[in-house]
């Protein structure tokens, strides 16, 4: 895997360390929320709207009524917090709010707890959780809403088994995939895979199964640009659950190896130049929606990523400068 040094196109802010009070998270799918929850600095805790799932819920935190583990290195503060949240069927992650807001993805329903944790470099923690009780949301239920969405995997092989993917090869969509010129002249299978489970629809051969969930891929190579959507394709069932499978190829923005002349002609992304000039990269950010239900990492409420990475020459009026 090659170093990449330069960014050859205007990104704006670059994320910077978990703990550093300044830093910014990666960029989210662009959404509005259906609902506010304001936790002000006279301790107040109020809700805007009427939370529901599938939709969003802006976090909106005066971080004055959490200022225990304030903690510096090298003069910078060094320090996060965190809206930590658990659904009631058990799923929980957290929310960066340390620039004082933050969006959760309503993913379930029913009672949703929320507790802020205060984390210094030095390992220091500090809770804001209603002395222990947590905070405490009804978020509605959405009939249309998938009961389960997981699996989430890529995988990028020669290997197959049975003419298909191996689940040997499976990797995790929250790790960032690499996809460049091996995989894309080598490996047999080069997808994207995850689970749907909806009771009475996935859990029998259903030839309705497209109409009855919506299931769309968003991805984006460029920081600042907008989202394309595709629909993702069926692929199996797997017990009780639908399996999609998105081809990784369709993301990729140096898909075309042919010699580019026009600068018009460049693909719609980032570009990164690797520290050897030789090799040119791109990152895309990507994230599903089931009958508008959000899947993305949902411990970290992040999108996913996927680095492609091609030989410079044919993208060559590409490179700013020609560096």
């Given amino acids: 895997m090659h170093a990449f040094l330069k960014r050859t196109l205007p990104l704006g802010p670059l994320c910077g360390a978990v703990l550093l009070a300044s830093s910014v998270s990666p960029a989210r799918a662009q959404a509005t929320a259906g609902s506010v929850a304001t936790f002000a600095a006279d301790w107040s805790f109020t809700i805007e709207g009427e939370p529901a799932q599938g939709e969003q819920l802006e976090i ?3 971080v004055s009524r959490l200022t225990a583990c304030r903690d510096t290195r090298y003069g910078l503060p060094a320090w996060s917090i965190l809206a930590r949240y658990r659904f009631a069927s058990g799923q929980s992650g957290y929310v960066p709010v340390t620039s004082g807001v933050g969006t ?7 009672e949703l707890e929320i507790w802020f944790e205060n984390q210094g470099y030095s390992g220091c ?3 804001d959780s209603s002395f222990g009780q947590n905070y405490r949301i009804f978020v509605s239920d959405n009939p249309n809403a998938p009961g389960w969405v997981g699996n989430g995997a890529y995988i990028i092989d020669r290997l197959t088994c049975g003419g298909g993917p191996c689940d040997s090869s499976r990797r995790p969509l929250y790790q960032t995939f690499t996809y460049g010129s091996s995989a894309r002249q080598r490996a047999t299978i080069q997808s994207v895979y995850f689970d749907v489970w909806q009771p009475g629809v996935t859990d029998f051969d259903n030839p309705d199964l497209w109409r009855e969930l919506d299931v769309q891929v968003h991805y984006r190579a460029r920081r600042d640009g907008e989202f394309t959507s595709e629909f993702v394709d069926f692929f199996e069932r797997v017990g009780n659950d639908a399996r999609y499978e998105f081809k990784i190829a369709r993301f990729d923005p140096f898909t075309d190896l ?3 002349v026009d600068p018009a002609d460049c693909p719609d992304a980032d570009i990164l130049t690797s520290g050897d000039g030789i090799t040119i990269g791109a990152d895309v950010e990507y994230y ?3 009958n508008g239900v959000v899947f993305r990492n949902a411990q970290s409420q992040r999108n996913f990523f996927g680095r492609f990475e091609s030989e410079r020459a044919p993208f060559e009026v590409c490179v700013e400068d020609g560096r």
């Fill in 288 to 290: 599903f929606t089931i």
């Fill in 125 to 127: 923690r500090a809770y």
């Fill in 60 to 62: 909106r935190y005066d």
């Fill in 104 to 110: 959760l993805d309503l993913t379930g329903s029913g």
């Fill in 258 to 260: 042919t010699v580019v």
